[in-house]
């Protein structure tokens, strides 16, 4: 076997699609495929020195197209401009086919409106409604039924086409043309009767609610791909080249192993290398999700698009393009995502065995009647009430509309949920992994104790290290300055500051020397010796996961400042609805053993995992899910993304990541755990209204087709039903709009 092949799949409009494909590239000498219906991509194991062009040539055979897929570009107008003109097609069908259908529905279903020939108008109204706006479903339909298959749109367009059908045949070969004609109907029907009846209404209106569902489903399937877009626009576009010691700006993608580039404060890295001059502290969380940035000096590793937080940097080159951290992060998203199985809808799994069950009792009805009843008219009339009773009116509009509720409900508590599959998941979930920075911490450095020595004041000594840190760039530096402007403290100015990268400054502060940093240092350096009474301070801060901050001036140490990342106040609350929920909580982090494991003991969490790389987090997962638990990943960091994705239901905070929400199912755009646990709630309760509107709309199928087949239904009444079981599924739907977060 070579690596494996990935196929662009087009023209699947469900997930049987997706398993028809699959199951024609398998039955080819050696090979293995798997189609994934959400990513529109078929995975494909082949032997060696097999021809690409036959495993096209069978995909097509089975009636859709196959190539081999571009790298995605990275997020830009261009794009996004690309994306939309793939659905404007589709929304257009939908608001001309809703402009001819409302007024057919109007003069159909109102007596008043009905003036002379107006059936004549609403026939040339609905005509291109059922002919045009439902040509995606007679197209697709036709391709299903040359492969032995039905699905939702091979009952789409049999309903339509045979409430247009009986139509065309009753005004011109019926009664229905003549002039005067009204829309009058009786609960049973009467002999010679079907020919005075119309159906165009039916035909319109069941094609614009199909429609309507179709276009709310390719809008979120466009976005498959900003997932990788958005890792692709987190990288450098430029970089400062350094030749001969003259800098120049330069693309990125010009780089080659073993240039050299320079690195300014703020600036992004922009390829993974080696420093080879200055030291600095640089932001790894994009990568590792540690909240403190990380030392570096010369011979240290850095990584592509992680941002230098300190000094002047210059790094020679290791590894460029799709070598990089960066790619290699974006493949291990890709390779999620293809390993994610999309679960069918429960409407195209049942409507494989009920189209054709509908469709032959049909037929069933039309011979019995015609071999026994008075008329060939009346063994028809009762073909097409059975045919328009089953029309899926009801099942199309079940999932979208409750979709819709749901997700207009979610945006408004500040949820935002993918679609059916991903409600599907949520009553499966019995175990949600918590990734800690930036999702159970603020992801914020701050200032979290502080401890001086007796007979030092505790606001004097906050002063003069935020004298002597103001002119730092550390984000420690930075903390510290917060804290003392949060309380209201007059910082004095500071005069020959220093600042000594990884270790701590000095300055003049207030006419003391002030020196500000690492205990070790001040020991080192500077000969100063931590009181006895500061040192569980110090040994407090960093068990906790913490920075200590010794501070020092007149040449003896007077205080220890803890720095580090803080709880969100609701974190433990969330933790607790969690469990409510029947979920258990496990904290996966890539922040040392001592953070995590106090971060989990404040919210409640016995289950930690820590030091965990992006690979490492996408690797616990799987293993959660070997042993058979249903995992929801809750992350906010590009370090996070591949987990989201290999997670059954993937959960992003919307302060995250451009590239963690497109990895996700559901993010939410509140910066707070509470609301991971109310878009649990309303997923699930999204998913019941829907099952509960498939099951109504399946019983009233199955109640009303033995009565429309014994020729006691009025086809007209046959509408009517059809039309009731429509206003109940949106009526039961709208119940979600009650649905309150916590």
Request: aromatic share 4%; hydrophobic share 50%.
């Given at each position: 076997m070579?690596?494996?092949i990935?196929?662009?799949i087009?023209?699947m409009?469900?997930a049987?699609?997706a398993?028809?494909v699959?199951?024609k590239?398998n039955?080819l000498?050696?090979?293995?495929?798997t189609?994934?219906y959400?990513?529109?991509?078929a995975?494909?194991?082949v032997?060696e020195?097999?021809?690409?062009?036959?495993?096209?040539a069978?995909v097509?055979?089975a009636?859709?197209?196959?190539a081999?897929?571009a790298?995605?570009p990275?997020?830009s107008s261009?794009?996004?401009?690309?994306?939309e003109a793939e659905v404007?097609p589709?929304?257009?069908?939908?608001?001309?086919?809703?402009?001819l259908?409302?007024?057919?529905?109007?003069l159909?279903?109102?007596?008043a409106?009905q003036?002379?020939n107006?059936q004549?108008?609403?026939?040339?109204?609905?005509?291109?409604v059922?002919v045009?706006?439902?040509w995606p479903?007679?197209r697709a339909?036709?391709?299903?039924?040359?492969?032995g298959a039905?699905?939702?749109d091979t009952?789409?367009?049999v309903?339509?086409?045979?409430?247009f059908?009986?139509?065309?045949?009753a005004?011109?070969l019926g009664s229905?043309?003549m002039?005067?004609?009204?829309?009058?109907w009786?609960?049973?029907?009467?002999?010679?009767?079907?020919g005075?009846e119309?159906y165009?209404?039916?035909?319109?209106?069941?094609?614009?609610?199909i429609?309507a569902?179709?276009y709310?489903e390719?809008?979120s399937?466009?976005?498959?791909?900003?997932?990788?877009?958005?890792?692709l626009?987190l990288?450098?576009k430029?970089a400062?080249?350094?030749?001969g010691?003259v800098?120049?700006k330069?693309p990125?993608?010009?780089?080659?192993?073993?240039?050299?580039?320079?690195?300014?404060p703020?600036e992004?890295?922009?390829?993974?290398?080696?420093?080879v001059?200055?030291?600095s502290?640089v932001d790894?969380?994009?990568?590792t999700?540690?909240?403190?940035p990380?030392?570096v000096?010369?011979?240290?590793?850095?990584v592509?698009?992680?941002i230098?937080?300190g000094?002047?940097?210059v790094v020679?080159?290791?590894r460029?393009?799709?070598d990089?951290e960066?790619?290699?992060?974006?493949?291990?998203?890709e390779?999620?995502?293809?390993?994610?199985?999309?679960?069918?809808?429960?409407?195209d799994?049942?409507?494989g065995?009920f189209v054709?069950?509908v469709?032959?009792l049909a037929?069933?009805t039309?011979?019995?009647w015609?071999?026994?009843?008075p008329?060939?008219?009346?063994?028809f009339?009762?073909?097409?009430?059975?045919?328009?009773?089953a029309?899926?009116c009801?099942?199309g509009l079940?999932?979208?509309?409750?979709l819709?509720?749901?997700?207009?409900?979610?945006s408004?508590?500040?949820i935002l949920?993918?679609?059916?599959r991903?409600?599907?998941q949520t009553?499966?979930?019995?175990?949600i992994?918590?990734?800690k920075?930036g999702t159970v911490?603020?992801?914020l450095m701050?200032?979290t104790?502080l401890?001086?020595a007796?007979?030092?004041d505790a606001?004097?000594?906050?002063?003069l290290?935020?004298g002597?840190?103001?002119?730092?760039e550390h984000?420690?530096?930075?903390?510290v300055v917060?804290?003392?402007?949060?309380r209201g403290l007059?910082?004095p100015?500071?005069e020959?500051?220093?600042s000594?990268q990884?270790?701590g400054?000095?300055?003049?502060?207030g006419?003391?020397?002030v020196v500000?940093?690492?205990a070790d240092?001040l020991a080192?350096d500077?000969a100063?010796?931590?009181?006895a009474?500061?040192?569980?301070?110090v040994?407090?801060t960093e068990?906790?996961g913490?920075?200590a901050?010794v501070l020092a001036?007149?040449?003896?140490a007077?205080?220890v400042?803890?720095v580090g990342d803080?709880?969100?106040e609701t974190?433990a609350a969330?933790?607790?609805m969690f469990r409510?929920?029947?979920?258990?909580?496990v904290l996966?982090t890539?922040d040392?053993e001592?953070?995590?494991?106090?971060?989990a003991?404040?919210v409640g969490?016995t289950?930690v995992?820590?030091?965990?790389t992006?690979q490492g987090?996408?690797?616990h997962i799987?293993?959660?899910q070997?042993?058979?638990?249903?995992?929801?990943m809750?992350?906010?960091g590009?370090?996070d993304?591949?987990?989201?994705a290999a997670?059954d239901?993937?959960?992003?905070?919307?302060?995250?990541?451009d590239?963690a929400?497109a990895a996700s199912?559901?993010?939410?755009?509140r910066?707070?755990l509470v609301t991971?646990?109310d878009?649990?709630?309303?997923?699930?309760?999204?998913l019941?209204?829907?099952?509960?509107n498939?099951?109504?709309?399946?019983?009233?199928?199955?109640?009303a087709?033995?009565v429309?087949?014994?020729?006691?239904?009025?086809?007209?009444?046959?509408?009517?039903?059809?039309?009731f079981?429509s206003?109940?599924?949106?009526?039961n739907?709208?119940?979600?709009?009650?649905f309150?977060?916590?």
């Amino acid at each position: 076997m070579t690596a494996p092949i990935e196929f662009e799949i087009g023209g699947m409009t469900c997930a049987s699609c997706a398993n028809r494909v699959e199951r024609k590239l398998n039955r080819l000498p050696g090979v293995e495929a798997t189609v994934n219906y959400a990513t529109e991509k078929a995975r494909v194991q082949v032997p060696e020195g097999t021809d690409v062009t036959s495993l096209i040539a069978a995909v097509e055979a089975a009636g859709y197209s196959a190539a081999l897929p571009a790298p995605p570009p990275p997020a830009s107008s261009e794009t996004r401009q690309q994306d939309e003109a793939e659905v404007r097609p589709l929304r257009q069908r939908l608001l001309v086919s809703a402009a001819l259908a409302l007024p057919v529905a109007l003069l159909s279903m109102v007596p008043a409106l009905q003036f002379p020939n107006w059936q004549w108008l609403t026939l040339t109204l609905a005509a291109p409604v059922a002919v045009w706006g439902a040509w995606p479903f007679h197209r697709a339909a036709w391709v299903n039924a040359r492969h032995g298959a039905a699905t939702m749109d091979t009952l789409i367009s049999v309903g339509v086409l045979a409430a247009f059908g009986w139509s065309l045949y009753a005004l011109f070969l019926g009664s229905a043309g003549m002039r005067g004609m009204t829309m009058g109907w009786t609960l049973f029907p009467q002999t010679g009767s079907g020919g005075e009846e119309l159906y165009l209404e039916v035909a319109a209106a069941v094609t614009v609610f199909i429609l309507a569902g179709r276009y709310i489903e390719a809008r979120s399937k466009r976005k498959s791909g900003e997932a990788l877009r958005a890792l692709l626009e987190l990288e450098a576009k430029e970089a400062t080249a350094l030749e001969g010691g003259v800098e120049r700006k330069v693309p990125v993608s010009s780089l080659a192993v073993g240039n050299r580039f320079v690195v300014r404060p703020g600036e992004k890295i922009a390829t993974d290398g080696v420093v080879v001059e200055g030291s600095s502290a640089v932001d790894m969380s994009l990568l590792t999700g540690e909240s403190v940035p990380v030392e570096v000096a010369v011979g240290s590793r850095v990584v592509g698009a992680t941002i230098n937080a300190g000094g002047r940097l210059v790094v020679e080159a290791t590894r460029v393009g799709a070598d990089t951290e960066l790619s290699r992060l974006g493949r291990l998203i890709e390779d999620a995502q293809a390993g994610k199985a999309e679960v069918q809808r429960l409407a195209d799994r049942v409507s494989g065995i009920f189209v054709p069950v509908v469709i032959g009792l049909a037929v069933a009805t039309f011979t019995a009647w015609a071999l026994l009843g008075p008329s060939l008219e009346a063994a028809f009339t009762a073909a097409v009430a059975t045919l328009i009773i089953a029309c899926p009116c009801a099942l199309g509009l079940a999932t979208p509309t409750a979709l819709m509720v749901g997700t207009g409900r979610g945006s408004q508590l500040g949820i935002l949920i993918r679609g059916p599959r991903v409600l599907e998941q949520t009553r499966r979930i019995d175990t949600i992994v918590l990734d800690k920075t930036g999702t159970v911490t603020t992801g914020l450095m701050t200032v979290t104790s502080l401890r001086v020595a007796d007979g030092v004041d505790a606001g004097n000594a906050l002063a003069l290290a935020a004298g002597a840190e103001q002119g730092s760039e550390h984000p420690i530096g930075r903390a510290v300055v917060a804290e003392a402007a949060r309380r209201g403290l007059v910082m004095p100015a500071a005069e020959s500051f220093a600042s000594h990268q990884g270790r701590g400054v000095q300055a003049m502060v207030g006419g003391h020397l002030v020196v500000a940093g690492r205990a070790d240092w001040l020991a080192e350096d500077w000969a100063i010796a931590l009181p006895a009474s500061l040192a569980p301070a110090v040994s407090d801060t960093e068990s906790a996961g913490g920075t200590a901050v010794v501070l020092a001036w007149d040449g003896v140490a007077r205080a220890v400042i803890g720095v580090g990342d803080t709880v969100k106040e609701t974190s433990a609350a969330a933790v607790a609805m969690f469990r409510r929920l029947g979920l258990t909580p496990v904290l996966l982090t890539g922040d040392n053993e001592g953070a995590a494991r106090s971060a989990a003991a404040q919210v409640g969490i016995t289950e930690v995992l820590a030091r965990a790389t992006p690979q490492g987090k996408l690797e616990h997962i799987r293993r959660l899910q070997e042993q058979g638990r249903v995992v929801a990943m809750v992350g906010d960091g590009v370090n996070d993304a591949a987990a989201l994705a290999a997670a059954d239901l993937g959960i992003a905070m919307g302060g995250g990541t451009d590239a963690a929400i497109a990895a996700s199912d559901v993010t939410v755009v509140r910066d707070d755990l509470v609301t991971v646990g109310d878009a649990i709630r309303l997923a699930r309760r999204t998913l019941g209204t829907i099952k509960g509107n498939l099951f109504w709309a399946f019983a009233y199928n199955v109640a009303a087709i033995p009565v429309a087949m014994l020729g006691l239904l009025n086809p007209l009444v046959a509408g009517a039903a059809m039309a009731f079981s429509s206003v109940f599924v949106v009526t039961n739907s709208l119940r979600l709009r009650r649905f309150a977060g916590s």
